[in-house]
């Protein structure tokens, strides 16, 4: 169910069907090589939560598309907004929602830069009494990455995966034999979003950037958690190996894959009961610590 398309008499039964639990897809806008469109983690995203709450009913907040976007100034699409504002949205946004009567929120995320603001704004929350709770999850394109459909491969066998053709098989087998890379835009993204908006994957652009480490921020990879530098190890916005012999037919199942697991999280944390629990009995005990 989605938020802007209830009528106000609906949102009561929504509350109820939704067991309080309210999700918020988060992206971002930001260069996905020159094969992905830049909203490409609001649209993943938003693709699997969709169908997840088709199989267990949830209540759909519209998408959180300006994500925290650190690097690639120089590159075209990107949208930047400063953490601080970002995390202000998310508090109001958070507030408003509780105020409707969702007393679980979940901050979907499905891009890696988002982590560390979504992380810390969730812990800032807690600061201050609240009547509902706020959490985070990020995920998106990872189990569809060809080591993780190897895994499935080895452990399942071929029927587990049955979108795929066998000339599939052979691109995971390849793929994994010769330790090819995945990350930003690679293989996992390129089959998510062949997953919902195939006509915007532009297979004939996949190689018209690099998308492997320039090696240069190498020395401070060691040191530096906050992983400023990977726009200078991965200056197109793009991590690994062509993407090459990834189809629909990947993105049905990476779909699928994320879909499963999606409709996991919502029925644990739909009937929880301990949550608004603990945090009742940890806002009662909150003048003692
Ligand atoms: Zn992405």
């Known amino acids: 169910?989605?938020?802007?398309?209830?009528?106000?008499?609906?949102?009561?039964?929504?509350?109820?069907?939704?067991?309080?639990?309210?999700?918020?897809?988060?992206?971002?806008m930001e260069m996905h090589g020159q094969h992905l469109p830049v909203a490409?983690?609001?649209?993943?995203?938003?693709?699997?939560?969709?169908?997840?709450?088709?199989?267990?009913?949830v209540m759909e907040f519209p998408p959180f598309r300006f994500g925290?976007?650190?690097?690639?100034?120089?590159?075209?699409?990107?949208?930047r907004l400063t953490v601080e504002l970002e995390q202000e949205l998310?508090?109001?946004?958070?507030?408003?929602?509780?105020?409707?009567?969702?007393?679980?929120?979940?901050?979907?995320?499905?891009?890696?830069?988002?982590?560390?603001m979504l992380n810390n704004f969730v812990r800032s929350v807690s600061y201050t009494q609240k009547d509902y709770v706020v959490m985070t999850h990020t995920t998106g394109a990872k189990f569809v990455q060809p080591p993780n459909l190897k895994k499935i491969l080895?452990?399942?066998g071929r029927e587990a995966l049955p979108e795929l053709l066998d000339e599939d098989i052979e691109v995971i087998e390849e793929f994994v034999a010769n330790n090819r890379i995945y990350g930003h835009a690679g293989f996992g993204e390129t089959a998510m979003i062949f997953g919902c908006r195939p006509d915007l994957v532009r297979m004939d652009r996949a190689d018209a950037v690099s998308g492997l480490d320039t090696h240069e921020a190498d020395y401070l990879k060691p040191y530096d958690d906050s992983q400023r530098w990977w726009g200078r190890s991965f200056p197109n916005s793009y991590m690994g190996d062509v993407p090459r012999g990834c189809n629909e037919r990947f993105g049905k199942l990476g779909m699928r894959l994320l879909v499963e697991h999606?409709?996991?999280?919502?029925?644990?944390?739909?009937?929880?009961?301990?949550?608004?629990?603990?945090?009742?009995?940890?806002?009662?005990?909150?003048?003692?610590?």
């Open 40 to 57: 490409t983690d609001t649209m993943k995203i938003e693709a699997g939560l969709e169908a997840a709450a088709k199989i267990e009913p």
């Open 68 to 79: 925290d976007v650190q690097g690639l100034v120089t590159k075209k699409g990107s949208i």
């Open 262 to 289: 999606l409709v996991e999280m919502i029925r644990v944390l739909k009937y929880d009961e301990n949550m608004l629990r603990w945090n009742a009995e940890r806002n009662a005990a909150r003048g003692r610590y």
């Open 154 to 156: 080895d452990e399942q």
């Open 1 to 28: 169910m989605k938020w802007g398309e209830l009528r106000e008499e609906e949102f009561d039964a929504a509350i109820k069907e939704s067991g309080g639990l309210c999700i918020m897809p988060i992206g971002c």
């Open 90 to 116: 998310l508090k109001q946004l958070c507030s408003e929602i509780a105020r409707n009567g969702f007393k679980k929120i979940m901050l979907l995320n499905s891009h890696g830069g988002n982590k560390f």
